[in-house]
């Protein structure tokens, strides 16, 4: 590898920050008014409504990215144990992409099969937790985040 060539795990690991990010993002709370007293305050069915919706948004936007990060992962040919058996199992992969698709393309159908397919698969939501969960433990490992990290707020 030539000296300031970056290697491209640092690039997935982009791909794996921007997820996270939106999954962060995705437990938050929506503020229910833009500016003190410039709205008043909704009613609380409403404000649950949007928080639903607000969750599930987000939700379809970490799940279409989680694609890419293992998207890029095979295409980089990395290997983890538990995360390459996660990604053998069944057709999940391939339902998540199709999932990714249908979230970052245009379909006249706001409930395209490629969205529900995926979250409709047995156990889809422990398989993805679980996958995020590895990806997360890879990461850690496999880049010295914490030490970098550690040695910032050190200097």
Request: hydrophobic share 45%; glycine share 6%.
């Amino acid at each position: 590898m030539e000296e300031n060539q970056i290697p491209p795990i640092i690039s997935l690991h982009r791909y794996w920050v921007t997820a996270d990010g939106i999954r962060e993002r995705m437990l938050l709370d929506v503020p229910t008014h833009a500016r003190a007293g410039s709205i008043q305050q909704m009613p609380a069915d409403l404000v649950d409504a949007g928080q639903w919706w607000s969750r599930a948004l987000a939700l379809s936007v970490f799940y279409g990215l989680l694609h890419v990060v293992i998207d890029g992962y095979r295409e980089l040919e990395l290997s983890d144990e538990k995360l390459d058996k996660l990604l053998g199992q069944g057709d999940y992969v391939d339902r998540l992409r199709r999932f990714r698709n249908a979230v970052f393309h245009f379909h006249k159908d706001p409930f395209d099969a490629k969205l529900t397919e995926f979250l409709e698969a047995d156990a889809s939501d422990a398989w993805i937790k679980a996958v995020y969960k590895s990806l997360k433990q890879f990461f850690e490992r496999e880049l010295p985040i914490r030490e970098e990290l550690g040695g910032l707020s050190a200097s």
